[in-house]
């Protein structure tokens, strides 16, 4: 198949946001979509900003630290306003090029090092329309276009799908974990006499149905009878990360802000993950296989074999706030293991937790995997386009 210039398929648009007409402010991923932009509109003149319509293509032709990617993205929302540097385009005849099979080029990982090639500048590197213009690739027709377009999109739908079925499956974890510890409402039964933790297997909820609740000066409210405050490292143990081993490899390597890589070794296995600085300080991640935790981030190991329990307690203490620092907000393991929790009075209520939201996660773990299956299709997908292969989903 030949390859065609695109600066032959595209018309470059201009248009800026006289009268302030448009106030939505968005940014461009490099990540291949928009995002709410992080600049401070108050007092600024709008009228300066460029005018993105639906269909339209928005870059970012500044390249210069960027993740060695290109920030492009193509506009399927209302009309928005963009920063005046970045550049907009749409496609000539949609009969002739589809703007969605337009994107899927730009997503692949070949545009990326094309485009960090082929910037030019000093301090600042930069491609232009210039350089957008002289990109090749392949225009079948547009039946065929309309066709790969449609196969990437099922298979983009799939993945979006099973992440909100993800997204509900955590919730209803999270969920649970209130209804239990924090408004204690865990299933309770007076225990037998000779047996004492019979109580914590079944029965009703414990405070709407009368247990015993005791008024904690500590956290001036009341708790179950027998509960106490203790410390989050009687619950994790809390670890630094490392630097990440110079190779390449099919486990999984967790920063901040989630997986980042992947390489051949292992420092951890099944705990919990928890950003430790930056703009993800206080996130927190569950893995239950072998990971490796870089330096921007830290360790929960669980001490009672509790790995959900740990995930979703680490989750309701709002971690960020913990922090030390502003500008750069920072966790260490001092902080971590000093932050207050409350105990229950045995164990029991823990491991019968564990057994309930254990299902819950095997459930996402499941799904997760599914995912991983279809974002690797996705990407022979996008590898295949510059031959006009298609694959079978």
Request: aromatic content about 10%; overall charge neutral.
């Amino acid at each position: 198949m030949s390859y065609k210039k695109l600066g032959d398929y595209i018309i470059e648009k201009v248009e800026f946001n006289d009268g302030d007409k448009y106030k939505l402010l968005q940014g461009v991923s490099n990540n291949k979509y928009f995002q709410k932009a992080k600049t401070n509109i108050i007092g600024i003149d709008l009228s300066k900003y460029r005018v993105a319509h639906y269909n339209q293509f928005v870059f970012n032709r500044a390249t210069t630290r960027n993740g060695d990617k290109i920030s492009i993205a193509l506009r399927k929302g209302e009309s928005c306003i963009v920063s005046p540097s970045y550049r907009i385009f749409e496609v000539r005849d949609e009969n002739v090029l589809h703007p969605d099979y337009l994107q899927m080029w730009f997503t692949r990982p070949e545009f990326d090092r094309y485009a960090r090639f082929k910037s030019h500048g000093s301090a600042h590197e930069f491609f232009d329309m210039e350089e957008m213009c002289e990109v090749e690739l392949p225009i079948p027709s547009i039946e065929e276009q309309r066709q790969i377009v449609s196969q990437y999109q099922s298979i983009a739908n799939k993945i979006k799908v099973n992440e909100q079925i993800c997204e509900k499956l955590e919730a209803t974890a999270q969920a649970l974990y209130k209804h239990w510890f924090v408004d204690f409402e865990f299933p309770y039964s007076p225990p037998s006499e000779g047996c004492p933790q019979d109580g914590m297997v079944k029965g009703k909820p414990y405070k709407s149905s009368g247990g015993k609740m005791v008024l904690n000066d500590e956290l001036g409210k009341e708790i179950p009878d027998g509960w106490e405050v203790g410390k989050l490292e009687d619950f994790v143990l809390i670890k630094n990360g490392k630097i990440k081993p110079n190779s390449n490899g099919n486990i999984p390597v967790y920063g901040g802000n989630g997986i980042i890589e992947y390489v051949n070794q292992n420092n951890y296995e099944r705990l919990n993950i928890i950003g430790r600085v930056g703009a993800y300080c206080g996130s927190v991640y569950y893995n239950d296989s072998k990971i490796w935790i870089s330096d921007n981030a830290l360790a929960g190991i669980s001490k009672n074999d509790t790995i959900y329990y740990d995930f979703l307690l680490l989750n309701s203490l709002n971690l960020n706030s913990k922090s030390e620092g502003s500008s750069h907000p920072l966790l260490t393991q001092g902080i971590l293991n000093n932050i207050d929790v409350l105990k229950a009075d045995n164990n029991i209520i823990y491991i019968k937790f564990e057994e309930i939201v254990k299902k819950l996660f095997k459930q996402i773990k499941n799904i997760a995997d599914q995912n991983q299956i279809l974002t690797k299709l996705q990407s022979l997908l996008l590898s295949r386009l510059a031959v006009g292969e298609e694959v079978s989903t």
